[in-house]
């Protein structure tokens, strides 16, 4: 146990720690971001299809209160042309 300590403890191997521990870091942190960016872009895509959704349903109600009132109007509006 002893060797251990002495071996660790020599100028060489804390540097080579020193790095290992600095470049575990640096990937942690790559790594990191990755799952981050990741996220950012299903969020963006969820908020488009949202929007694409909203879209639909404001012309679908837009298309609704431009509907004639009843039978009488949407034969009108047949025989006039503008269906």
């Known amino acids: ?3 251990l300590i002495s071996t660790l403890s020599s100028g060489m191997v804390r540097k080579a ?3 290992l521990l600095a470049a575990a870091t640096i990937a942690l ?7 981050a960016a990741e996220q950012v872009g299903r969020l963006a895509e969820h908020l488009q ?5 909203r879209e639909i ?3 679908m109600l837009d298309a ?3 509907r004639p009132a009843d039978r009488d109007a949407l034969t009108q ?3 006039d042309g503008h269906f």
């Open 1 to 3: 146990m002893g060797w």
């Open 64 to 66: 609704a209160s431009r």
């Open 57 to 59: 349903q404001r012309q």
């Open 77 to 79: 509006r047949l025989r």
């Open 17 to 19: 720690l020193g790095l």
């Open 49 to 53: 299809t949202s929007e694409k959704a």
């Open 29 to 35: 942190f790559l790594l990191n971001l990755r799952r």
